[in-house]
Every structure is written in structure tokens, then in C-alpha cells.
């Protein structure tokens, strides 16, 4: 039990059915594994309607955010992740395709993965390349966080103010920067 816990925002999202039913009770039963497995869960966001991206790409996503801690660093939360999404029959065969469940590590405090210089790298890769490309290593926080509604205004429910390590922008900041369009798009369902 001496195990440190370090303390993670996520993003929960998915556009098909699992096993355990439709995107909101998959995403339900997503949390509860992760409490099964060690997680403190200690804020969820309400569930959002949000628009597929990028368009026309399936059918739209219900997307939530949560706060969470967890034993060890970055690497094993991530591979906690991806355990969990395989178990409810996540396939990671093409990219920013349907799913059950999508779990994103979004950040751990100011931590910044690998390097300050990588992490904006991928934070300024031109979208044609960003669907194509995938880092080989863990980019912490997420490199698509100050762009993308459907994880900001949900993350804004749980850690509005945690602040960009390199933007220096809070979560209520980079939701505010985004299109109002893109913004009203996330509806929330309870």
C-alpha cells in the first residue's frame, strides 16, 4: 500500500455499442472498472452529446471527462487504460474511427511528456497529419486539448481550472478560445 498516488484527468468517450450496452451505460461500466482496478475516481463530468470527428467519420459520441487517482506514474495509468477499453471490445485498428470506449489520458498535474519541445511538435502537426501519425511515445498533456470541444466543455466540469503546463491556459480559457459553434455542438444529456 505504500504506492504514491498520482492524480490524472481523462476524457471517456465511445459511438458504439460494447457488450455492457449503448455509449452511456458503456461508458458507466468504464468507471466502475476503473474503481475496480484501484482508481479513485473523484469527479465525472455529466455526459455530452458531441458531434463525430471528423465528420462523417460514424455516428455521433457521448463524451464525459473524470478525475482520477491512481498508483504509479503516467506509463501505467495509460496501460490501465487500454486494458480497460480492450475489455469492452475497443479495436485499435483505425484511427479516430468508431469505438466502444475511448479513455485518453488528458494530463497528470504540470507534468510534461517527453519534453517540452516533442509535446509542441505534436501540438502543432497539421491536421492531414495528425490523422495519419500517432506518437510512439506517451505526449503528456494530450497534444489535442486546446483544440477539441468535446473534451474541453466535459473537462470544464471537473478541473476548470488546471492550467496548461506550456499554454498556460486554464480548461474555462481554452474552452472559451474555441468557435461558440463548436462549443454549443456538445449537448448534454443528464
Known amino acids: 500500500m505504500g504506492q504514491d498516488y498520482q492524480s490524472f ?15 452511456a451505460r458503456t461508458l458507466r461500466a468504464a468507471i466502475a472498472r476503473l474503481q475496480q482496478q484501484g482508481a479513485v475516481v473523484a ?4 455526459f455530452y452529446a458531441t458531434p463525430c470527428f471528423p ?21 501505467a495509468a495509460l496501460a490501465l487504460l487500454h486494458r ?9 485498428d483505425r ?4 469505438r466502444t470506449l475511448d479513455l485518453d489520458l488528458l494530463a497528470m498535474g504540470d507534468t510534461v511528456l517527453p519534453d517540452a519541445k516533442v509535446q509542441a511538435q505534436w501540438r502543432a502537426l497539421p491536421l492531414e497529419d495528425q490523422m495519419r501519425a ?21 473537462l470544464a466540469d471537473v478541473a476548470p481550472d488546471w492550467v496548461h503546463p506550456l499554454l498556460q ?8 478560445a474555441l468557435d461558440p459553434a463548436d462549443v454549443a455542438a456538445v449537448l448534454r444529456l443528464e
Open 9 to 23: 484527468l481523462i476524457a471517456l468517450g465511445g459511438n458504439q455499442q460494447s457488450d455492457s450496452g449503448p455509449p
Open 43 to 46: 469527479a465525472v463530468s455529466p
Open 55 to 75: 465528420a462523417g467519420a460514424g455516428p455521433d459520441y457521448v463524451n464525459a471527462a473524470a478525475r482520477i487517482s491512481l498508483p504509479g506514474g503516467a506509463a
Open 84 to 92: 480497460i477499453e480492450a475489455d469492452f471490445g475497443r479495436a485499435r
Open 95 to 98: 484511427r479516430w474511427g468508431q
Open 134 to 154: 500517432a506518437p510512439d511515445d506517451l505526449i503528456l498533456p494530450h497534444p489535442r486539448i486546446q483544440d477539441r470541444a468535446f473534451v474541453l466543455v466535459p
Open 169 to 176: 491556459l486554464s480548461v474555462r480559457d481554452m474552452r472559451d
